[in-house]
């Protein structure tokens, strides 16, 4: 283990203040940097979210970010979205077992209902269909969460588990990660797929998928191979690969 509590290959270099952890990291990885690197910062002054979104990021949440150079083709990179939540899931059960926790297709992590965890996976290309590398950015609201976003969102300390540290909550994060990317390199997405679905928000109910252009519902079934969200909908069964989702007001 590292000074920090990171298991082997994972190492730390820790940031006061910076405007990106994934930018940060990129650039690290386009210098060479190796797998298992983790640069966290204590605030963001640029902070990303998905879809082009600002991640507010003040003191006292976590901002941290994992270097990954898997061996496979991208379309299987992107499982890494999967396998990081189920990581960020068992360390807050760990920490915060009394927090109820859901997976949020793709990437969210839901703690009573509202958004605690959001996850940014970015792919350079090599040459060919291999990443180079993929940054897996990850903001955990600790202490304080955002209002107005178009999800709710809640952090630890408003779900009742104040006094949680980053340093804490990354080191868990980092060796419940490292155990289930284990799990995927052993056994391929279908552990990985099984988990998440044990954990998912809404399978078997209804729920609306929002789109660029469209706006529809159907009734979350399962997660295909991909990681797609496969629907039950009137006109049959449709499967979504990129999308936004929310719960139907009942
Ligand atoms: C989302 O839900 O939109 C994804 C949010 C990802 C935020 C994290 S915070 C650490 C890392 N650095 C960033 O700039 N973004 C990610």
Request: glycine fraction near 10%; include cysteine; proline fraction near 6%.
């Amino acid at each position: 283990m590292t000074a920090e509590g990171l298991p082997p290959p994972f190492r730390l270099v820790a940031y006061d203040t910076i405007g990106s952890t994934n930018d940060e990291l990129k650039r690290l990885a386009r210098e060479g940097a190796g797998d298992g690197l983790v640069v966290t910062a204590a605030r963001q002054t640029a902070g990303r979210g998905r879809r082009g979104r600002s991640w507010t990021a003040p003191l006292g949440n976590l901002y941290t970010s994992i270097l990954s150079r898997p061996q496979c083709r991208a379309a299987i990179a992107a499982q890494l979205g999967f396998v990081t939540s189920l990581g960020v899931a068992d360390a807050i059960a760990e920490l915060a077992p009394a927090v109820a926790l859901r997976c949020k297709w793709p990437n969210d992590l839901l703690a009573n209902g509202k958004k605690v965890c959001g996850i940014l996976l970015e792919t350079e290309m090599a040459a060919g269909d291999q990443p180079d590398f993929v940054i897996i950015g990850i903001g955990v609201n600790l202490v304080s969460s955002p209002r107005d976003t178009l999800y709710p969102a809640t952090s630890l300390a408003e779900e009742g588990v104040p006094g949680m540290t980053p340093a804490s909550v990354n080191a868990a994060l980092v060796r419940h990660f490292a155990d289930w990317l284990a799990s995927w390199r052993e056994g391929g997405f279908a552990p990985i797929r099984e988990a998440w679905l044990s954990r998912a928000a809404g399978l078997g109910g209804p729920i609306q998928v929002r789109l660029e252009r469209d706006t529809f519902q159907g009734r979350f079934v399962d997660l295909d191979n991909d990681g797609a969200l496969l629907l039950d909908m009137p006109s049959g069964f449709r499967r979504v690969a990129a999308g936004e989702v929310f719960p139907v007001a009942a």
